[in-house]
């Protein structure tokens, strides 16, 4: 390793001198002479080009990051525009989907049922009553449950199956007042409805599935609940809408309904709706209701028939 040594002859006790370098910057070569006619502002923009360009640059990112959003309204595509269209599946405007059903499509429930409106494609399982949860108050009447969810597959959107919140509730609200809830206290009835398939009106038809699969379960109810939606779109009033209906649709009306007891469940409008309008549908929902009822009685016949033989 080597050492700087550092004669003694150079090492003083007095410190440097201080040292004072003033520095002077005129300014008057880059500025122009104020007496010139233009602006302090456009002198400044000549003199510092750099800055200028910087300015430029942050009012063109302002002005780019924001906008006047404009209202969006939907398009109505040649077939619903022409004042003589017809309905994409060729039905009436008062004509319902041809339905089907099965009860027993899944044999680990107490009741199941399985509903076909055309391409809307629903099951339900219905489990209990069995015991409330611990965490539960105690309650002299019984507990109703739903869920209501979608496959993967269910939409045109392939990937987007979940939980449906606003299906959860409203299938409850639809039922809760057709069951006897006060034969079975202390007891909870879990309902789970899947859509298969999502082809238009898809609540009605779980209302509808689900009723069927409480009676399938053997839960005491006053009566079937049937469902159907009525859909307004421009003049015209759709019964039973299909998916690409819905999706232009101006208003929309469902009713659930014990139609032997002429009782209304639940009554849900959207959309703007004009009073003759709305009895018109709410007088297509409920003939259609009744016929509907007729269908599910008919299927728990023949379910009932069959397991006897």
């Known amino acids: ?97 041809p339905a089907f059903f099965r009860t027993g499509a899944v044999n680990s429930a107490s009741g199941s049922a399985y509903a076909e409106f055309g391409n809307t494609k629903v099951i339900v399982s219905v489990f209990g009553p069995r015991e409330s949860k611990k965490a539960m108050m105690f309650s002299d009447i019984g507990r109703l449950n739903c869920n209501v969810s979608y496959t993967t597959f269910a939409t045109p959107v392939r990937g987007q199956g979940s939980d449906h919140k606003e299906h959860s509730s409203m299938l409850h609200k639809a039922l809760e007042g057709a069951i006897i809830l006060e034969s079975f206290p202390k007891t909870t009835v879990d309902v789970f409805a899947l859509v298969l398939e999502s082809g238009g009106s898809d609540l009605p038809v779980v209302i509808t599935c689900a009723s069927l699969a409480l009676a399938d379960a053997g839960i005491m109810m006053y009566d079937l609940v049937t469902s159907v939606s009525v859909s307004c779109l421009g003049k015209n009033l759709l019964i039973d809408p299909i998916l690409e209906e819905e999706s232009y649709q101006d208003g929309s009306l469902t009713i659930a309904c014990m139609r032997s007891r002429y009782e209304v469940t639940q009554l849900t409008i959207t959309g703007e709706w004009s009073t003759p309008n709305i009895n018109e549908a709410m007088q297509l929902c409920l003939d259609a209701c009744s016929k509907l009822g007729n269908i599910m009685r008919s299927c728990l016949k023949e379910t009932a028939s069959a397991s006897q033989e």
């Open 1 to 97: 390793m080597s050492h700087l040594s550092i004669p003694k002859k150079l090492i003083t006790k007095n410190p440097l001198p201080k040292i004072t370098i003033s520095l002077s910057l005129s300014l008057s070569p880059i500025l122009p002479s104020p007496t010139d006619a233009t602006t302090t502002h456009e002198r400044l923009s000549l003199s510092f080009p750099y800055l200028n360009t910087k300015k430029n640059q942050l009012m063109d990112a302002k002005s780019a990051s924001t906008y006047s959003p404009n209202p969006t309204r939907k398009t109505k595509p040649p077939i619903f525009a022409d004042p003589d269209w017809s309905r994409p599946d060729s039905r009436g405007f008062h004509h319902c989907r």
